[in-house]
């Protein structure tokens, strides 16, 4: 029973850390770990989010780095840009 309930409190946290995210939303957060490369899993805000060869990468507002204010804009799904902004964008 008490692994039962551990692994409810675990499934409820990954559900409140990843929403699931609906068609043309976006949202603003800051780059908590990103891969070496630009394909794979970024923590971006508290939420993961999967980058693929299509994704496109904005860097008018600085590098894309660990500590910089992105905005995350989807598509059908899937994460169609990554563009940084100012740090008061993510401070909201």
Known sequence: ????ISMLLLA???????PSIQ???EFYG???KRPEGKVGTWM???REVVVTE???LEEDDGPLVVGAC???????GSVEEIETEKPGKCRK
């Open 1 to 4: 029973m008490k692994h039962l």
């Open 12 to 18: 409820s946290a990954v559900l409140w850390v990843s």
């Open 23 to 25: 068609a043309g939303e």
């Open 30 to 32: 800051t780059i908590e």
């Open 44 to 46: 971006i805000g508290g």
């Open 54 to 56: 299509k994704t496109k």
């Open 70 to 76: 992105v905005e995350v804009e989807y598509e059908g």
